[in-house]
């Protein structure tokens, strides 16, 4: 892509070259070594593109971190912030204001089976509280968490989380007990649903007799797994999963941070499946990350227990009046503009692009999208692996000069995304047309080229 006309150039106030110095040279990014970081200059956004300085229009196929669900700079959203700003920035948590009031009352009649909620400033935060929650019930310490799973940077749901992130903080936190998922890396527990739920469940049980069944607090799972795999469960195996978890008296967290709140095409992830949790959690999508919010949503009787019991939980800026006032706003939004029946529409139509270019190009190993959560698996050759299509063109937690240019590529044309290990990911927001997925998937087809070169057959 090209710098646009100078009209729709985006003054920051310095050069962008210096701009990049200086966040470089006085902030540290995230998951990074600061000299390997090549931050991308953002000077403006809207709806689903980003624009560097010089005007070069992005589009955002990730929604920054799985989050912008409504797309950037809703004015409607926007007015709401202000508005809120206006009457009441902040009040310390122990307080009662109308907007937590009304976004209360409104998160129990959108999110199944969750009754009273406590909202925290994030994802990782809403986990830790979670898990708090459950240990307090329940009288139990230990926790089931899956390796093929991501719950937060803090230092208890980095050891909830099973991909290698974690891996820095250890040993970290007791009590975490990790287990495979029904889709481990590279072996499969059957070739049908049936064969992978039936032989999960005689692995999941014995593991949890090894640990001391009365020990266990509660199971944290993404309820479709993330950026670990964008991993859709098997048919039956959520019901199956409560059912076991009920004989020992483990209550399930599902980890609704990314995959919740419009993303798959229904409000929570788990209406897919058959399934009401004990707990769930949520952030990124509450907001689309306009604010800073995270919430977690219990079932009636921990709201009971807590009613009752003191509950060891909180920070300064939890409830906080403009984020709560930003998540009414965002879910009103949502359901007035389709925004979540969109995402069950596009579905169909991410689909039929996945299955284009899997039929056009040898090195697409394979495509999974729920709603508008979506990966594309690049592998090396055809060989069978578990359950999968191929090799995989990286190894586990390691790269490939390929998908480092397919990376480089994408960015270049104008296409904002995440490439990790032999994946890349497919999460625009939920308000994109047809129009923009194409020309997505434009850009994606032509960048397959590259990988393709490294196909060995």
Known sequence: MTAQSPDQVYPIGMSTQEMVDTCKNHTIYTWSAGNGVNPLPIAHAEGCYIYTPEGQKILDFNAQLMSVLIGHQHPTVIAAMKKQIDELIFVYPQTATAVRARLAKLLAEVVPGMTSFFFTLGGAEANENAIKMARQFTGRQKILSRYRSYHGGTNLTMMLTGDPRRWSSEPGAPGIIRVFDPSPYNFSFGQTDEEIVDNYMVYLEETIQYENPSAIAAMIVETVTGTNGLLIPPKNWFPRLRKLLDKYGILLICDEVMAGMGRTGKMMAYEHFDV??????????????????????????????????????????????????????????????????????????????????????????????????????????????????????????????????????????????????????????????????????????????????????
């Open 276 to 457: 009401i949790p004990d707990i769930t959690t949520m952030a990124k999508g509450l907001t689309s990350s306009y604010f800073p919010l995270g919430a977690i949503g219990v079932r009636q009787e921990i709201h009971d227990f807590f009613q009752k019991n003191t509950f060891y939980g909180g920070l300064t800026y939890n409830s906080h009046p403009v984020g709560l006032a930003t998540a009414e706003s965002v879910i009103h939004v949502m359901q007035d503009q389709g925004m979540i029946e969109n995402a069950s529409k596009m579905q169909h139509v991410m689909r039929g692009h996945m299955d284009r270019l899997q039929a056009k190009h040898p090195s697409f190993a394979e495509g999974r999208c729920i709603g508008l959560f979506g990966m594309i698996d690049i592998r090396k050759n055809s060989k069978a692996v578990g359950r999968s299509r191929g090799e995989a063109i990286a190894p586990y937690n390691g790269s490939h000069p390929k998908m480092n240019e397919l990376s480089a590529f994408l960015r270049k044309e104008g296409l904002f995304t995440f490439v990790r290990w032999s994946s890349f990911t497919c999460n625009p927001p939920i308000c994109i047309t047809p129009e923009q997925l194409a020309e997505g998937f434009d850009i994606i087809d032509r960048g397959l080229d590259i990988t393709d070169q490294a196909f060995e057959g």
